[in-house]
C-alpha cells in the first residue's frame, strides 16, 4: 500500500451572518482598503483561520468489586455525546494592525451582551478531507459558546516580521459527526 504524501486536511468557514451587522459595517470599509480586497468580512476572518482543534474523547468505565475482591469493569453509560469534550479551539494568523482580532473582540462582546437575546452563536461547521479534498467527514459544533480569547502579545522590540497568532476558545453542547466517504 502507497501512502499519499500530501496530508489530509479540514474545510471550516465561518458560516454567513456570524459576524452582526453593526461589526461587518464598522470594519469593511478598512478590510476593503487592504492589498488583497475582501467582499465581506466572513471572507476575510476565514482566510486567517490556520488550526481547528477537534475534541479530544474520554471514555470512562464502571468498576465493580465481585467475590474475593475481584475487579470487573464494565462500559460506561454515559451517553456518547457526553464522552467527548466539548471543548474546542480555533487558531488565527494575526493580520496587519490585529485587525482579526479586533473583529473578534467585537464579536465576542457583542454575543456576550445581554442585549443580545441568542443564546449559542450559529452552528459551526467542520469538514474533514482527504489527500484529493473530497470530504471524508462533517462534523457541526452545535449551540457554540465562547470560552477564551489569548492575549494580545504586543512588543516594542519585535518590529521583525514574523507568524504570530490568537486562539479562541469555544464549547459546544453537542456535535453531530457525519462519515461523508462513498
Do not use: C, H, M, Y
Given at each position: 500500500m502507497?501512502?499519499?504524501p500530501k496530508g489530509s486536511s479540514f474545510y471550516f468557514v465561518f458560516p454567513r451572518g456570524f459576524f452582526p451587522e453593526a461589526i461587518t459595517e464598522k470594519y469593511l470599509p478598512y478590510i476593503r482598503?487592504?492589498?488583497?480586497?475582501?467582499?465581506?468580512?466572513?471572507?476575510y476572518m476565514n482566510s486567517t483561520i490556520q488550526t481547528i482543534g477537534f475534541p479530544s474523547m474520554q471514555i470512562d468505565s464502571v468498576e465493580q468489586v465481585r467475590n474475593l475482591g475481584k475487579k470487573i469493569q464494565y462500559k460506561s453509560s454515559t451517553p456518547i455525546q457526553d464522552l467527548f469534550s466539548q471543548d474546542f479551539t480555533i487558531d488565527f494568523k494575526n493580520t496587519d494592525g490585529f485587525m482579526n482580532y479586533f473583529i473578534m473582540l467585537d464579536t465576542v462582546l457583542w454575543n456576550l451582551n445581554f442585549k443580545n437575546e441568542?443564546?449559542?452563536?450559529?452552528?459551526?461547521?467542520?469538514?474533514?478531507?482527504?489527500?484529493?479534498?473530497?470530504?471524508?467527514?462533517?462534523?457541526?459544533?452545535?449551540?457554540?459558546?465562547f470560552t477564551s480569547f489569548t492575549e494580545l502579545s504586543l512588543n516594542y522590540t519585535q518590529n521583525n516580521p514574523q507568524f504570530e497568532s490568537f486562539k479562541m476558545g469555544f464549547k459546544c453542547n453537542y456535535i453531530d459527526i457525519r462519515m461523508e466517504f462513498k
Open positions: 502507497l501512502l499519499n482598503k487592504q492589498p488583497i480586497p475582501f467582499d465581506n468580512i466572513n471572507d441568542n443564546l449559542w452563536i450559529q452552528d459551526l461547521p467542520l469538514r474533514i478531507l482527504d489527500g484529493e479534498g473530497n470530504i471524508v467527514a462533517s462534523v457541526t459544533f452545535k449551540q457554540s459558546i
